[in-house]
């Protein structure tokens, strides 16, 4: 069994940065894929970013492509996401998910794990 706590969410302006962490815990993280996925009120949860196992290969949503940056380190087991230029339509509950393949690692369903999620609001 995986848990999984995100942290560093919080209220920003817009054109402000984040930074989440996801800490993991068991001595399994490194093998797996990670992936940052998020919810608006009312929508359904979308894929932001995934990374793989080594940290040699990630993926973006177009939406957030050159302003969100993912990246792990594996001797803290966390996995993090660096939110540069925040927009309004950022705002939403981050999670964090690990164990997929890494050919549906853009798919919520394809992850085993699930963290509880952290609040994003950036405001106009």
């Known amino acids: 069994q995986v848990q999984l706590v995100e942290s560093g969410g919080g209220l920003v302006q817009a054109g402000d940065s984040l930074r989440l962490s996801c800490a993991a815990s068991?001595?399994?993280?490194?093998?797996?894929?990670m992936g940052w996925f998020r919810q608006a009120p009312g929508k359904e949860r979308t894929f932001v970013a995934t990374?793989?196992?080594?940290?040699?290969?990630?993926k973006y949503a177009d939406s957030v492509k050159g302003r969100f940056t993912i990246s792990r380190d594996n001797a803290k087991n966390t996995v993090y996401l660096q939110m540069n230029s925040l927009k309004p339509e950022d705002t939403a509950v981050y999670y964090c998910?690990?164990?997929?393949?890494?050919?549906?690692?853009?798919?919520?369903?394809?992850?085993?794990?699930w963290g509880q999620g952290t609040q994003v609001t950036v405001s106009s």
């Open positions: 990374i793989s196992w080594s940290g040699g290969n990630t």
């Open positions: 998910a690990a164990d997929a393949k890494w050919d549906y690692s853009s798919h919520y369903n394809a992850y085993r794990y």
């Open positions: 068991g001595r399994t993280f490194s093998t797996y894929t």
